[in-house]
């Protein structure tokens, strides 16, 4: 568990991320982190979009029904 503050940055408020949590959740500086409410109204910070996984998803299924079809554009 970390303890974190809100502290000021400019004219918003932030969260600094301590090197060992940037480290278990493999991020750099600059990249992006999504947040999201579950079911239970927690909140999770994640370096993964939930939205594009969702298009992913999606994208796979279209993939695998039209796979033949693919193939053969390809050609």
Known sequence: MFDLKI????????????RE?????????GERVFITEGA????RITPYDPE???QMKLAK?????????LR????
Do not use: W
């Open 7 to 18: 502290r000021k940055i400019g004219n918003a408020s932030g969260v600094i991320l301590p």
């Open 21 to 29: 949590l940037l480290n278990k959740m493999n991020l750099k500086e």
């Open 40 to 43: 239970d109204g927690a909140y």
């Open 52 to 54: 594009f996984e969702q």
């Open 61 to 69: 299924g279209i993939l695998s029904r039209y796979r033949n079809t």
């Open 72 to 75: 053969e554009l390809a050609k």
